[in-house]
């Protein structure tokens, strides 16, 4: 009974050897930031920052009232990139299927060379945005819509190839094997082992995507390739703040319905 | 007998089984599609000379150019880099007392509305929207784009950490309460351990996510590497545009693998 006594008497959480390790990795965090902070505002200009107040009051007073009898000519630009998430996402959708079968370790045809190339094609359209992806495709196919749906089905090919992929993984085994065993050949036993049991999760995951489509065609005709955002370019080069806060109170409309759509779709599916 | 079942099997439809639902619901596609197809307007002579720019692109993605603007290149990922980390940090930092704001079990109603109306404007405003307005408020530069990825980080973690803590273990938390625990040793025992792990997951994500966003702020004048890409887009100079990218990509998957790494080792 008496060993107890070298313990501490008073309950600490954590051991002092962690503690102190967690006070080092605290201290190496805040002379990581203050240096990161140093080296950001080497080249700020600080006269406009602390003047960003009275800018953020008039440019507040341009945007109110809104004019709403510009909302009549938004309608045009907003079918356009409805369309442009729309078409996109079909797009985007077509080519992630075959590239999500090639990158699943079941049903890869060749997992030494087409499965890193797949992998690699997913890493890359995921990690380039779709607005970096308008800017290249403006430069290469013309402004236009073209552009905008472009970028929208190369950005969406890495977002469902790899939701997708990871689903196929995750089919159920057995079920692959019972159709295997009644003596299907590859492809049957894809359409008829592995695709109904995907099918839910890739319904899912279109529309999903295509709600996020929605939300980032908005913002496409910034860098030119049409939509809505082509009008709030205008509006902004023009200083016409008025304007802006009408087309921005469109986009949060849109975007609101369409993660209603999505959620109430993806509800249905599951 | 045998004559009475069918001699062919036909696949069951597997989502909509109402017939006329089914039907419906094509129709509706096509005629969609007709209309949205209808009202494209493509210039195909456009389209076409612009395929000979797009295989210099493609040329110049296989053939990076990383030494001719290198210096710009260094300059715009290392704004992007401290933009980042900067930004995250802040971000996180505003977040836990929002985020605890925000959760039904902790905070008071009154707070509670005012937590999570903040967090969905920061939600529903995308980053490239709200750089636009902090570029005209504070200038150009990364000091706006620091603005910015801090402001949606907020919107983010907020919101995912006040769902997790109102997810947690009640029992735990009773159990600290019960040993006559004031507000902040109940936050600090019983809600802490719970959270803490999610909470650093969820952090080395958004770490991720800002660096990828903080490529594309750069086009409307927030600093860091997106601001590069767009010059070197709009001088032609695809060869360094393609080395760019490389870059990017390069940095995500490090940061990715990096950020799945730490977390199994943290968990």
Known sequence: MSEIDHYSQVWTHRTPKTRLM?????????????????VMTAGTIWAFVWDAPRQAADIGSRMFPPRLS??????????????????GTIGGVIMAVPVAFAAARNTSPSPAILRPVALFIIVASRSINSLIWALLLVAIIGPGLLAGIVAIALRSIGFVGKLLYEAIEETDRRQIEAIEATGASGAQTLSY?????????????????????????????????????????????????????VILLLILGTVIVSEWVSAKVRQALI | MEGSYPSTWRRPPQILTDRRVRIGLQVGIAIYLVLAIGTLEVDWARVATGMERGQRFVMGFLQPDFVSRWDDILRGLIESLTMTLTSTVLGVALSVPLGIGAARNLAPRPVYYVCRSIIAVSRSLQEIIIAIFLVAMFGFGPFAGFLTLAFATIGFLGKLLADDIEEIDARQAEAVRATGASWGQLVNYAVQP?????LIGLSLYRLDINFRESAVIGIVGAGGIGATLNTAIDRYEYDSAGAILLIIIGVVMIAEYGSSYLRKFLQ
Do not use: H
């Open chain 1, 193 to 245: 082992g592995i695709v109904p049991q995907i099918l839910p999760a890739f319904w899912g995951i279109s529309v999903f995507r295509w709600d996020i489509n929605i939300r980032e065609s908005t913002i496409l005709g910034l860098v030119g390739a049409g939509g809505i955002g082509l009008k709030l370019q205008a509006s902004m080069n023009t200083l016409a703040w008025s304007q802006v806060t």
């Open chain 2, 194 to 198: 719970q959270v803490m792990p999610r």
């Open chain 1, 70 to 87: 510009y909302l009549p000519e938004l309608m045009g630009p907003l079918w356009d990139t409805i369309n442009i998430a729309t078409l």
């Open chain 1, 22 to 38: 967690l006070w080092a990795f605290w201290a190496a965090l805040v002379a990581l930031f203050v240096w990161c902070w140093q």
